[in-house]
């Protein structure tokens, strides 16, 4: 289990609040011991607190690709992330590590947000494309590991693995979603992607959200469990 965090400024380039995205991530600190790291730039922040399972010494995160176009925090783990890799090598790239988290990178400039397709396993992971000014969320097929977000009124977007990341953020606001309370009386849950504050929302199992500064967002489903007709022997 890894944490993550971070905010996005989808109208123009202010600087983050770094003491406030240091704090995201220490609300969150307990999914990450073995390390923190954080990335700050004009216009966005990421902060990731690691689980180290896979490639102890490389693996860190923030992870980049070269020239820093691409960087990402992740939190899972790619089950075919070895595949895949040799897939990615036949099309001419070139990895520095041997974590599935550079799989996730690779992928996305192979495919662009396309990248999910072709992942399997359980994830939540922040990609951000410096290049096509580009925020890009996306969660596992089933929803195994959580995201969190909310679109702050000053156009701003927070999002971490935690609801309680997001509480540390002044700007969001406290507004109890009554259709979510009914939802946990009636279901003993709240049902993605509401959650108890209306302002927030939790990215639904199988989504992916793309923030693209100066455009609007665009939320698409990319996976739904299809049923399967079974056709018993006679």
């Known amino acids: 289990m890894c944490g993550i965090a971070g905010w996005f400024d989808t109208t123009g380039h202010r600087p983050p609040d770094k003491q406030l995205i240091k704090a995201m991530s220490d609300a969150i600190r307990h999914r990450g011991p073995d390390g923190e790291g954080f990335h700050f730039e004009a216009g966005l922040a990421l902060a990731h607190r690691r689980l180290a399972i896979i490639d102890l010494n490389t693996g860190q995160q923030p992870m980049f690709t070269e020239g820093d176009r691409v960087?990402?925090?992740?939190?899972?783990?790619?089950?075919?992330?070895?595949?895949l890799q040799h897939r990615l090598e036949s099309l001419g790239?070139?990895?520095?590590t041997h974590s599935d988290t550079e799989v996730?990178?690779?992928a996305w400039m192979e495919w662009g947000e396309n990248c999910v397709d072709h992942l399997r396993g359980m994830f939540a992971f922040a990609l951000w494309d410096r290049q096509n000014q580009t925020l890009f969320l996306a969660r596992d097929r089933l929803g195994e590991k959580p995201l969190y977000y909310s679109v702050l009124p000053d156009g701003s977007v927070v999002f971490g693995s935690e609801l309680k990341a997001l509480l540390i953020v002044p700007q969001v606001r406290r507004t109890i979603d009554?259709?979510?309370?009914?939802?946990f009386f009636s279901l003993g849950y709240i049902a993605d992607p509401k959650t108890i504050y209306r302002d927030v929302r939790k990215l639904e199992a199988g989504h992916r959200l793309t923030f693209r500064r100066g455009k609007a967002a665009r939320l698409e489903q990319f996976w739904d469990a299809v049923p399967v007709e079974f056709h018993g022997s006679d």
């Open 93 to 96: 790239h070139h990895f520095q």
């Open 178 to 183: 009554v259709c979510a309370v009914q939802d």
């Open 104 to 106: 996730i990178l690779r």
């Open 71 to 83: 960087a990402i925090v992740f939190n899972g783990e790619i089950y075919n992330y070895r595949s």
